[in-house]
């Protein structure tokens, strides 16, 4: 079993910053595939960003290309997502995710693809 807390939320004016923590445990995040989702009051959970298992593939949503950033550190078993030029927009509960999976494996875009979540983080944007 897979247990992921997000941490780093809050509040912040469009053009700001925002680094998000996604601390794993049970199992180390080297052996899993990780994503960050985010879902808007009334709208569907959307992917934002991903990143194999083996670190070697990152992908993110065009939405945040050039904004986001994903990594991963072993020796903190996290997962952060740095995100930088907030708009509005980007207002949303922000959610970590993980799947086992195996060394070679493609990256991974849709939540379902995901078994074990995080409670999510608040990520509010003004303008």
């Known amino acids: 079993q897979v247990q992921l807390v997000e941490s780093g939320g809050g509040l912040v004016q469009a053009g700001g910053s925002l680094r998000l923590s996604c601390a794993a445990s049970?199992?180390?995040?080297?052996?899993?595939?990780t994503g960050w989702f985010r879902q808007a009051p009334g709208k569907e959970r959307e992917f934002v960003a991903t990143i194999s298992r083996s670190g070697g593939n990152i992908d993110y949503a065009d939405s945040v290309t050039g904004r986001f950033t994903i990594s991963r550190d072993d020796a903190r078993n996290t997962v952060y997502l740095q995100m930088n030029s907030l708009k509005p927009e980007d207002t949303a509960v922000y959610y970590c995710?993980?799947?086992?999976?195996?060394?070679?494996?493609?990256?991974?875009?849709?939540?379902?693809?995901?078994?074990?979540w995080g409670q999510g983080a608040q990520v509010t944007v003004f303008s």
């Open positions: 049970g199992r180390t995040l080297s052996r899993l595939a």
């Open positions: 995710a993980a799947k086992y999976t195996i060394l070679t494996a493609p990256n991974y875009y849709t939540a379902a693809d995901f078994p074990f």
